[in-house]
């Protein structure tokens, strides 16, 4: 995994990358990473022992992140999940470093209470054996608005600083990973630089018929001004954006999303043949190496 400045520093690095509304086409030409590939993050809507999770830890090379999710959240995340956690976060990407595993939790599209969103986050990162087990947190139901006045942007700003601050007290040298999922073009407010809410966003969340027809809105992050747009602006390290496609045939159609998803900015991705109600609980049948080895060829 491509590193990123830890925590709040990020957003002091990315100061020059200031909202503007038009901005992009401007700014995506100056900003785009130097060294930017495509690394997979498999949601793994699982339990610990699955086949799904057993795959992910022969994987070779391994996922860059994966979700775990013990009961959307709301289920204790205990030492059987914290262990699993453990085994996961050993695997080597193929960058050489390991994986991350984040927690997940809902939020209602900013409608949760903080303080139960809170107490969500705490149930992956104030365990009792004091330890981190997890890298971070995956907020998904995430709204893609700013709300009145940026109030549901800062919501989530809110809840970012509370996992930096979180992780931060059991160990400082922990760098710190926030997903927001949409599941689809995410407003600009939510990358300004003083107020941005995650390190990633999941800017497409769909099937393999949608992506690859009439279901891409035509970029990672829109303005009311200017629309929909790259978001390069805002990516300096090749790692804000991550599709999740989901119905994908076959393998050569599980590289045509990964490639596709490069050339439309992802840094994560994920293919599978997995279908609704929950497209996340089983391998895909090419395997989940075949998918990590076919991301790292690409740029």
């Known amino acids: 995994m491509r590193k990123r400045t830890k925590g709040l520093l990020a957003l002091l690095f990315s100061s020059a990358l200031a909202v503007t509304a038009g901005s992009s086409s401007a700014t995506a030409a100056t900003s785009t990473a130097t060294t930017r590939g495509l690394e997979i993050g498999v949601p793994a809507y699982v339990w610990p022992g699955d086949p799904m999770l057993s795959g992910l830890q022969a994987a070779t090379p391994a996922a860059s992140i994966v979700i775990l999710n013990p009961g959307n959240g709301d289920t204790a995340f205990t030492p059987a999940w914290q262990a699993q956690a453990d085994t996961l976060r050993a695997g080597t990407t193929a960058a050489g470093g390991h994986t991350k595993v ?26 009792a ?37 979180a992780m931060n007290a059991i160990d400082p040298a922990a760098q710190d990973l926030v997903v927001d999922n949409p599941g689809t073009a995410i407003a600009d407010c939510y990358l300004d630089p003083a107020h941005r809410t995650a390190d990633t966003f999941v800017t497409y969340e769909g099937s393999y018929a949608d992506y690859t027809g009439g279901g891409w809105l035509g970029g990672n992050v829109f303005n009311l001004t200017s629309g929909y747009y790259s978001g390069a602006s805002f990516d300096p390290s090749g790692t804000s954006f991550w599709h999740l496609v989901y119905n994908v045939p076959d393998e050569p159609r599980m590289r045509t999303a990964l490639d596709t998803a490069f050339a439309r900015g992802a840094g994560y991705a994920y293919a599978t043949g997995d279908t609704m109600p929950n497209p996340w609980d089983t391998a895909p049948s090419w395997g989940f190496t075949a998918e990590a080895s076919h991301a790292a060829t690409i740029g």
Do not use: W
């Open 102 to 127: 984040i927690g997940y939790v809902h939020t209602d599209n900013g409608t949760r209470p903080l303080a139960d969103v809170e107490a969500s986050i705490d149930n992956y990162l104030k365990t």
């Open 129 to 165: 054996d004091g330890k981190l087990h997890v890298d971070g947190i995956f907020f998904d139901v995430v709204s893609r608005d700013c709300g009145t006045a940026n109030s549901t942007r800062d919501y989530y700003f809110t809840l970012r600083q509370y996992v930096q601050t």
